[in-house]
């Protein structure tokens, strides 16, 4: 079962609230919002929301990551 606070746009397409994204990065909202407006990490606006999907968020791990 999903967590009500994703909004499903397509078929399979997950999206997470800011707080979430911190969650799962592991990092302060403050880092978050540096990376934001360095325009490292596309965010969506549903309303007033801000969300990020999961496809694009898998992407900003993959290129973080060190190999």
Same mark, same amino acid.
């Given at each position: 079962?999903?967590? @009500? &606070? ?8 997950? $999206? $997470? &609230? +800011?707080?979430?994204?911190?969650? /799962? +990065? ?5 880092? +978050?919002?540096? /990376? %934001?407006? %360095?325009?490292?990490? =596309? &965010?969506?606006?549903?309303?007033? @929301?801000? %969300?990020?999907? =999961?496809?694009? +968020? #898998?992407? $900003?791990?993959? #290129?973080? &990551?060190?190999?």
């Amino acid at each position: 079962m999903q967590n @009500s &606070t994703h909004i499903p746009s397509g078929p399979g397409e997950v $999206y $997470y &609230t +800011l707080p979430e994204v911190c969650t /799962i +990065l592991r990092i302060h909202r403050s880092s +978050l919002t540096r /990376i %934001r407006k %360095r325009k490292e990490l =596309k &965010t969506c606006h549903f309303g007033g @929301s801000v %969300r990020v999907s =999961k496809t694009v +968020l #898998d992407k $900003y791990i993959a #290129d973080h &990551t060190q190999q």
